[in-house]
Nanobody, 120 residues
Framework: QVQVVESGGGLVHAGGSLRLSCAAS????????MGWYRQAPGKQRELVAT???????TYADAVKGRFIISRDIAKNTAFLQMNNLKPEDSAIYYC??????????????WGQGTQVTVSS
């Protein structure tokens, strides 16, 4: 019943930018925190960035200073602005949404991912 959908991936040259979006629905799912993760071929899924209800953010060291996570509370949506992209950023990017639904707190849902490819 709860759905999380990512969009905005694509192909970009090194040094370029992309903005990913993550929308969680329905709105009765009270999102408290959202995060972006990525998985490259042959590697484990890793945290990229998170944003919590108080707008506190965390970033992986590899993306600090280049990526910015934000959210639109009214639209139950999170964004990942990716600047100065590098080939090593190429991966499938996944969104997670954590919140309350049906009287239960601490639930987490995942999207199915969006591909980001950065060429040299």
């Amino acid at each position: 019943q709860v759905q999380v959908v990512e969009s905005g991936g694509g192909l970009v040259h090194a040094g370029g930018s992309l903005r990913l979006s993550c929308a969680a629905s329905p709105t009765v799912f009270r999102v408290k925190a959202m995060g972006w993760y990525r998985q490259a071929p042959g590697k484990q899924r890793e945290l990229v960035a998170t944003i919590r209800s108080g707008s506190d953010t965390t970033y992986a060291d590899a993306v600090k200073g280049r990526f910015i996570i934000s959210r639109d509370i009214a639209k139950n949506t999170a964004f990942l602005q990716m600047n100065n992209l590098k080939p090593e950023d190429s991966a499938i990017y996944y969104c997670s949404a954590r919140g309350d639904f049906g009287g239960i707190s601490g639930l987490e849902y995942w999207g199915q991912g969006t591909q980001v490819t950065v060429s040299s």
